[in-house]
């Protein structure tokens, strides 16, 4: 039962991101959101579990789960905040993020040892296909005209979570998940704060709108998704769990055109369910492990990823 759960309910949870993002996106800045959604988040984890942190992590533990954060967190939700800003739909976002599958897929031969069997790479290039119907059928209904490298944006933010992905994957040091989830939330909430201050975006807007997409942004894309991703990452395999990402776009497809009216036709249930398909294949189909006693590469995903049992 938990193997069917807990995959549904990551994609739900982090598709929530890009919907969290939207409704604030007419509100304030990005800054300005992801400021008040990690400031108030990170005082609060301190102030719990601080002792912990302070006494069962090295400095070298510290930094590393800061690096971490700051690319998985921090890089990747500004990215996709700020091209949501400039006018990027969010499907088109989620559908630039369902290309870090591939490149996880491509770089976990030589970084992990875990290589792609065929019919794992027939159900990655079956999501991507998938994901581009979604995404493409909505882009074409909305016709608007952003700026090209307005698109770079998110693609980015990607790369920025594949390489905390790869980072996270090869670091044997455990981390308890409240120790590592106030490391990357008290990171994201110091760069964001100084981001929004610096641009003089630091005081949030008076308005019942704005906090409702603050908290939505806190319990359903951060406990919820970033949590339920690493807790993925561990039970799965880096190329089962990015598998799922290729669910993200139709999900915040359908998602959107339920909670604002936004476009959903039959291209956009074909890519849903070729997306769905997708999942399907790759999950059934065991990845290939090349064996290696003596490179740290072998070894399993283990701090943050172990954190969430």
């Known amino acids: 039962m938990t193997a069917v759960l807990l995959p549904v ?11 969290g993002a939207k409704l604030g996106a007419g509100t304030a800045p990005a800054t300005t959101l992801l400021m008040w959604r990690f400031l108030p988040l990170a005082v609060a984890l301190l102030a719990v ?3 912990s942190v302070r006494r069962g992590l090295t400095a070298r533990d510290i930094g590393r789960q800061t690096l971490i954060g700051a690319l998985s967190q921090s890089g990747y939700l500004l990215s996709v905040y700020y091209a949501i800003q400039l006018g990027v739909a969010s499907g088109t976002t989620a559908l630039i993020d ?3 599958p591939l490149v996880a897929g491509a770089l976990a031969g030589p970084l992990l040892r ?10 990655l290039g079956l999501g991507l296909a998938g994901v581009a119907t979604v995404t493409l059928a909505d882009a074409g209904a909305a016709g608007t005209d952003v700026a090209w490298w307005a ?8 790369l920025s979570l594949v390489a905390a992905t790869f980072l996270e994957a090869r670091d044997r040091t455990p981390v308890a998940p409240r120790q590592a989830m106030t490391i990357h939330c008290t990171t994201s909430a110091v760069l964001f704060s100084v981001f929004a201050l610096s641009t003089g975006a630091a005081t949030p807007p008076a308005t019942s709108s704005f906090w ?8 359903l894309p951060t406990f919820g998704g970033y949590g339920l991703y690493w807790l993925t990452l561990r039970r799965s395999g880096v ?3 990015n598998t ?3 669910l993200m776009a139709p999900v915040t497809a359908v998602w959107g055109a339920l909670m604002f009216g936004e476009h959903f036709g039959v291209t956009t249930a074909v890519g849903l369910a070729i997306g769905l398909a997708a999942v399907v294949i790759v999950r059934r189909a065991p990845s290939r492990t090349r064996p290696t006693h003596s490179s740290p590469a072998s070894a399993p995903p283990s701090p943050t990823c172990q954190r969430a049992r």
């Open 239 to 241: 190329t089962e769990v």
């Open 49 to 51: 579990s601080w002792t």
């Open 244 to 246: 799922l990402m290729f």
């Open 212 to 219: 409702l997409a603050t908290a939505w942004l806190v319990i």
């Open 151 to 158: 698109y770079l944006i998110p693609f980015l933010g990607m």
């Open 114 to 123: 875990q290589y792609v069997s065929r019919r794992q790479w027939l159900g």
């Open 98 to 100: 369902g290309v870090q």
């Open 9 to 19: 309910a990551f994609v739900v949870c982090w598709s929530s991101g890009f919907i």
